[in-house]
């Protein structure tokens, strides 16, 4: 039986939970490359990032690569991010690359977006954004073998004014006190109707640890979550933890960007928080 | 008073309102210039978009470049959409030039869409995708001399899924039967609360001629929404001139890609939907 699920998981979650288990490690290292914060040693943001890369492989569970950050400088931008990918690909192919790129058109238009993503730079997973709903999200969404992690509660501050939103209470999906909130009912519709191809993934910033524990309840036990948020945007990791992990104690990507990437040493801070959360984990 | 009013204005909006008056013109054509679709004598998607911009340059109040069809391919799709962008700026300046780039990220990090969009590629105007809220999208809304058009109906059959949710009642700002649904909301938030740099336009598709309605409502006389989805798409011209013009008869950018830039002769597919216009704006 357990095998039998095992076959039957999406490739980008099998690829995700060896790498989890192999570095032991829960952490996605963000490489927000930002061209005007990399020291002017490196030619290109690739230089820097294959640095970063090589020092930190053994002890995270995925890259995340922001589009925006690479997309600033224009063609030049999308090459590094290109490089980038193949270098994983090439040197280190049992970890995921997660292309941070908040995408969402409408219906056939989104196949550019999926070429992009998963044929020219040939990524694991992608995030997108919710709002023009599932049928138009179809393209990605068919993609059976890789990640399609749905923006749900967003970590920045002012992510509730349209997220927040309290429905009204017809659909009233799950109980929950006070009404359904449309983070909460996009958290149930993309667990139990756009999860046809058992490859959806869905993002809840570590600032916001109730709302964690909200979306948690409702997409249940066997989904994982990406958690940006802790680190420079002050999301607090223990209470993350505390509210997100499952029963086997997974089930989150805990994404650092900038506070490891442009620390004096990448490979230490990521050891730092990799031990933190591992202190958290043998507690629970 | 009626010169300080145009002092006032936004760049992006004189521009807009300069070439509809010159060219006579509400239509946007949308070079979706999909690398599988142009035919072969062509070996870039510039080439392509020149011979249709040269062939249209007088018949419209404006470009817009979905970067879903450039970024398919990689590195050379952006150097092509710049060389796009370039060409346009260089001959025929007058001409404003939306991205429909429906990005939305968090805070800062959109800094690297905003130097995409109107460093690198210098344009006019930019789709951007409401959930994250105002705060995220500062970065956009702070340029005072662009448009902004913000999703709010999109065109696609599958919109409503969390566009029309109705909301609780508490959030009942304008009056409607039923209560007021999600991008309605988005819609009186634009038009009330962001539009400090009076740059925002908003997305509605001309599938759903009723809901424009509604929308022009909501936002009033003074603004301007880009209308996709007429012709291949399938939404009706005349409904959709009916529902959302102003009273000036315009506040419309009625958007149409494939239906001309596939079309036998492009020149003559767009006189023909111009003058289809015309007709119904006489009539009005």
Redesign the interface.
């Known amino acids: 039986m357990k095998n039998d699920n095992e076959k039957l998981k999406n490739i980008f979650i099998k690829k995700l939970e060896t790498i989890v288990k192999k570095n032991q490690s829960l952490l996605c290292v963000g490489l927000?490359s930002?061209i005007d914060k990399i020291p002017k040693k490196f030619t290109d943001q690739f230089e820097f990032n294959k640095v970063i890369i090589d020092a930190t492989h053994d002890l995270v569970c995925s890259y995340k690569l922001?589009?925006?950050?690479?997309?600033?400088?224009?063609?030049?931008g999308?090459?590094s991010l290109?490089k980038t990918c193949d270098y994983l690909r090439k040197k280190y192919p049992e970890i995921p690359i997660i292309i941070d790129a908040?995408?969402?058109?409408?219906?056939n238009?989104?196949?550019?977006?999926v070429?992009?993503i998963f044929e020219?730079?040939n990524a694991d997973a992608v995030t997108v954004?919710?709002?023009?709903?599932?049928?138009?999200l179809t393209p990605f969404l068919a993609q059976k073998d890789k990640g399609v992690i749905i923006?749900c509660k967003?970590?920045?501050?002012?992510?509730?004014?349209?997220?927040d939103?309290?429905?009204?209470?017809?659909?009233q999906v799950v109980s929950i006190k006070g009404?359904i909130k449309?983070y909460q009912?996009?958290a149930y519709?993309v667990a139990k109707k756009w999860n046809k191809n058992k490859n959806c993934l869905l993002v809840v910033g570590a600032t916001y640890p109730s709302e964690l524990k909200e979306v948690r309840k409702i997409v249940g036990d066997d989904f994982w979550i990406l958690v940006p948020g802790v680190g420079a945007q002050g999301g607090d990791l223990q209470e993350t933890l505390k509210a997100g992990l499952n029963s086997k104690k997974q089930g989150l990507i805990i994404n650092l960007s900038r506070a490891v990437i442009f620390s004096k040493n990448p490979r230490e801070e990521t050891k730092k928080w990799r031990r933190e959360i591992e202190k958290v984990l043998s507690r629970k």
């Not at 589009?67 to 030049?76: D, H, L, Q, S, V």
């Not at 908040?102 to 219906?107: C, E, F, L, M």
């Not at 238009?109 to 977006?113: K, P």
Request: charged letters at 20%; zero cysteines.
């Open positions: 927000d930002d922001n589009t925006a950050f690479y997309e600033a400088i224009g063609y030049k999308i090459f290109k908040k995408r969402a058109d409408i219906g238009t989104n196949l550019g977006y070429r992009l020219y730079l954004n919710p709002y023009l709903g599932e049928e138009a923006l967003t970590s920045n501050p002012g992510a509730g004014e349209f997220q939103l309290v429905l009204s209470s017809k659909y009404g449309l009912y996009v519709q």
